[in-house]
């Protein structure tokens, strides 16, 4: 069965430092894709980064990088220089091709960042 | 482009009515997906289709739901009756089914809150 698993309920930060965020999952399916979502406290869900299993390189968007470890089954979402405004919950979601596109999404983590 | 769009954002209603939750996917997309949110589950997948099909509603907690989507810009998820236990949040998405075009990934609604009381 496919899973993906959060295990950091909260992290703390201060602010411009770097924080990583893990993520793990499970899947015998080739093909597949994992997300960072940002849910702030109003409620939203914003896509962050994408990383697919054939991408030969981590993904990075601005300050959010994807450490991805294909063999560790891992894909760790680093903030770099964080600020105050990242305080927010980070879902980790993942899609693979046997799924007809569905997306399943871990329990979450909730960063706070310190000034 | 508008976004997918959700209503109503807050619903509050008495145990036993009718609710109806609607979603406006972005245009072109075609996949729709209907989520849930809570403190103790977090997000739970309801119920998905392709092309305004349905294609599984395993996630679909019990016969008081129901979902349909009769055209590709209009879905709707019903609760009849409805029940304090089904007070969430819930999320609209939708998405391209391409494999390129995944990497943009699925874009949510602001969600519609609803309160049963």
């Known amino acids: 069965a496919q899973k993906i698993t959060q295990t950091q309920p909260g992290m703390f930060v201060q602010e411009k430092e770097a924080v990583t965020l893990d993520c793990t999952y499970d899947?015998?399916?080739?093909?597949?894709?994992l997300f960072w979502y940002k849910q702030p406290s109003s409620g939203e869900m914003i896509f962050l980064i994408y990383q697919g299993s054939y991408d030969q390189q981590n993904a990075t968007e601005g300050r959010y990088s994807l450490n991805f470890q294909k063999a560790r089954k891992s894909a760790n979402l680093v903030i770099s220089a964080s600020q105050l405004g990242d305080s927010a919950m980070y879902f980790c979601?993942?899609?693979?091709?046997?799924?007809?596109?569905?997306?399943?999404f871990g329990a979450g983590t909730r960063l706070a960042v310190h000034p | 482009d508008a976004g997918v769009i959700q209503s109503p954002r807050h619903e509050v209603t008495e145990m036993g009515q009718e609710v109806t939750l609607r979603c406006k996917p972005i245009s072109g997309h075609n996949s729709l997906f209907w989520y849930r949110q809570t403190m103790m589950r977090g997000l739970e997948l309801l119920i998905y289709?392709?092309?305004?099909?349905?294609?599984?509603d395993s996630g679909m907690p019990e016969d008081r739901f129901s979902a349909k989507m009769p055209n590709a810009s209009f879905s709707t998820l019903k609760i009849q009756p409805s029940e304090p236990r089904d007070s969430a949040v819930y999320f609209c998405a939708s998405s391209f089914k391409q494999p390129g075009a995944v990497r943009d990934g699925y874009t949510f609604g602001s969600g519609t809150r609803l309160t049963v009381v």
């Open positions: 979601a993942f899609w693979f091709s046997g799924g007809y596109n569905k997306l399943i």
């Open positions: 899947t015998s399916d080739p093909s597949y894709g």
């Open positions: 289709f392709n092309n305004n099909v349905p294609i599984d």
